[in-house]
């Protein structure tokens, strides 16, 4: 059996993802264009850092940038910057069919603290802007210009003195008439956007490039991907080269694994490093990275089984292969599932993560009747098997494939526990570890030097070639016809006198 198949299989899986329109995942640096036809429009939610009050300018969140209609208009719309706390109510209202009935109930709770300089001066919270803004000209809720970042029209500081939280930004075709009554829009424009949410003054030059342009759920992931391409850079050739040394059907197979997992990050950390100057990134870059990430577990999941049904070590051919097939296929489609439910379906409003939808959970409960399974294969071929140093293999092997096994269930459980704003950060440190330790083992158990002693298919020594290239060596020649006396002999026949090339060939026929 060789890797061509899983390899193909992984190949098909890359086209299927691929086929899928994925939706642009929102981008910390917002441009594009709204028509107030659409009466709500959600455009970002960003986690900002807590704000340090030894050095507020510079810890402070600020969302700024320009929005301007090329039509000329006197209406205006409404900008909404919210904490969770008022935000839940107001985008839940904004389901409401009657227009009118559904601008009253988004902004009810909104308005007793909202500042505005007509309808609410004593609101102690700036968190919304008119726009249209005038071409070339501040927002006109910009009533002091200092406070605005040079060359754009608005400027929000988002302040959170106790802890990190997440804010949320959108449109809604909305205005306050001049009773202070809250109206929907009924004229048709379209408006153009150009925006930015950034931890960090905008004017600062000490900025953290990891970390500005990202939302606090995201920081530090730039530097995950380097530890991580840096111990893949250091793997991946050592297998490249004992893959070489030893060209056998499971090496082939776990080397393709280790160089999808090399290029998956690889392909990650280009789309965060370009983030984290553009604040955009490269969308499709880090698309095929979490499919290649996929291809790559899936493969591992593959040569697992097939090492513990005793593949190439304990015997050449194996039965139910059919069976085998269709649970790793079965296995590779609900994670294909949870993959594109997470770019799809899944809200970005809700504090959720992919575990916590149904098709995480029957990936989950999948994965560990995999793992049961397993146990059962290697079990029943460490009973077929004899061999000592085949069976220590096999130990090591069950040991640290377990841990692989299990420990995603467990760490979803424990993400349950974890607040929304550290979670990612912990559940892509804990994959990537677990994955790559699974890896690194591997390498270590497949290495030829040791794989060898348990290699069913592993390349044969010829020692009779062996031995008549000794036989051939010039330091045997001139003894070649040299006797053989026995102790205490005095006359020598015939059959006393033997060469060396007949020894050879009596070690051999032994």
């Known amino acids: 059996m060789g890797s061509r198949h899983p390899f193909r299989s992984a190949c098909f899986l890359l086209a299927l993802l691929l086929f899928f329109d994925f939706p642009p995942s929102f981008s910390l640096h917002l441009s594009g264009s709204w028509k107030t036809t659409t009466f709500f429009q959600f455009l970002a939610k960003f986690g900002f850092q807590k704000t340090n009050l030894k050095d507020r300018s510079e810890t402070q969140g600020y969302i700024y940038g320009n929005i301007t209609t090329q039509l000329d208009t006197t209406s205006y719309v409404t900008l909404a910057v919210l904490d969770r706390g008022y935000f839940l109510e107001y985008y839940g209202n904004s389901t409401v069919l009657q227009r009118a009935a559904a601008c009253t109930a988004m902004f009810k709770k909104i308005d007793s603290v909202a500042y505005d300089s007509q309808c609410n001066d004593g609101g102690s919270q700036d968190l919304l802007r008119k726009i249209p803004c005038p071409n070339g000209k501040l927002c006109p809720d910009e009533d002091n210009p200092r406070n605005v970042v040079e ?40 408006l153009d956007y150009d925006i930015w949410l950034v931890n960090g003054n905008p004017y600062s030059k000490n900025q953290n490039p990891l ?72 969308e499709i870059a880090a698309i095929i990275g979490g499919v290649l990430d996929i291809c790559s577990q899936t493969l591992l999941m593959l040569l697992l089984l097939l090492l513990a049904k005793g593949w190439a070590i304990t015997r050449k051919e194996l039965k139910n292969i059919t069976l085998l097939f269709s649970v790793w296929a079965l296995y590779g489609l609900v994670h294909v599932l949870l993959y594109v439910w997470d770019l799809t379906e899944l809200d970005v409003i809700d504090d959720i993560d992919a575990y916590q939808t149904w098709p995480g ?11 049961a399974w397993f146990l059962f294969c290697l079990r029943a071929t460490m009973a077929f098997e004899h061999q000592k140093s085949k069976l220590e293999f096999f130990l090591h092997f069950g040991a640290a494939s377990l841990v692989w096994f299990i420990y995603l269930p467990i760490v979803a459980l424990i993400a349950l526990q974890v607040p929304v704003l550290w979670r990612t950060k912990l559940l892509l440190g804990i994959v990537y570890s677990a994955n790559f330790l699974a890896y690194a083992v591997m390498a270590h158990l497949l290495w030829p030097t040791r794989s060898q002693q348990y290699f069913l298919l592993a390349n044969q020594v010829d020692l009779g070639d062996e031995l008549e290239e000794f036989d051939e060596a010039p330091h045997n020649i001139e003894n070649r016809q040299a006797p053989f006396i026995r102790k205490n002999s005095r006359s020598l026949s015939d059959s006393d006198v033997f060469s060396t090339h007949d020894l050879a060939n009596q070690r051999i026929a032994v």
């Open 361 to 371: 959970w029957l990936m989950l409960i999948l994965r560990i009747g995999i793992m």
């Open 151 to 190: 060359n754009f029209q608005f400027s929000f500081h988002v302040e959170d003195l106790s802890q990190p939280r997440f804010w949320y930004l959108s449109f809604v075709a909305c205005y306050r008439d001049s009773n202070c009554s809250w109206k929907p829009l009924e004229e048709e424009f379209s």
């Open 211 to 282: 970390e500005y342009q990202f939302s606090f759920d995201n920081q530090d992931t730039v530097e995950i991907y380097l530890v991580f391409l840096a111990c893949y850079m250091f793997l991946t050739p050592l297998q490249v080269y004992a893959v070489m040394r030893q060209k056998h059907p499971v090496t082939k197979l776990f080397t393709v694994g280790l160089i999808f997992s090399l290029c998956g990050v690889l392909l990650n950390m280009f789309h965060c490093l370009k983030f984290a100057f553009d604040g955009k990134g490269v």
